[in-house]
């Protein structure tokens, strides 16, 4: 079994920085692909950003320039730093992982999501 426990998440000033991070645990023989997703009140589920094992990145547009995400394999992390923040940026934010579990299967994992409010 694998979970994934997000932290960082909380209320910030627009034009403000926060960061979010998102821990895996449990049976995991490898993590391929982490994401942050976010859904904003009444809105679908939208990618915010992901990164390969390797490094490799990409963005949601509405995004670039502003938010990085980066992992940590050994500690089976993903972080999102996110500046610049707007009012728009207020979601619950997601962590999602593509994981190889060590009886070789393959999950999908969500976490159970951290609330972003951008207010003054």
């Known amino acids: 079994q694998v979970q994934l426990v997000e932290s960082g998440g909380g209320l910030v000033q627009p034009e403000g920085s926060l960061r979010v991070s998102c821990a895996a645990s449990?049976?995991?023989?490898?993590?391929?692909?982490m994401g942050w997703y976010r859904q904003a009140p009444g809105k679908e589920r939208v990618l915010v950003a992901r990164?390969?094992?390797?490094?490799?990145?990409n963005y949601a547009d509405s995004v670039k320039g502003r938010f990085t995400i980066s992992r940590d394999n050994a500690k089976n992390t993903v972080y999102l730093q996110m500046n610049v923040l707007k009012p728009e940026d207020t979601a619950v934010y997601y962590c999602?992982?593509?994981?190889?579990?060590?009886?070789?299967?393959?999950?999908?994992?969500w976490g159970q999501g951290t609330l972003v409010t951008v207010s003054s």
């Open positions: 999602n992982a593509a994981v190889v579990t060590r009886a070789g299967t393959f999950l999908e994992v």
């Open positions: 449990g049976s995991i023989l490898s993590i391929n692909v």
């Open positions: 990164i390969t094992h390797s490094g490799s990145t």
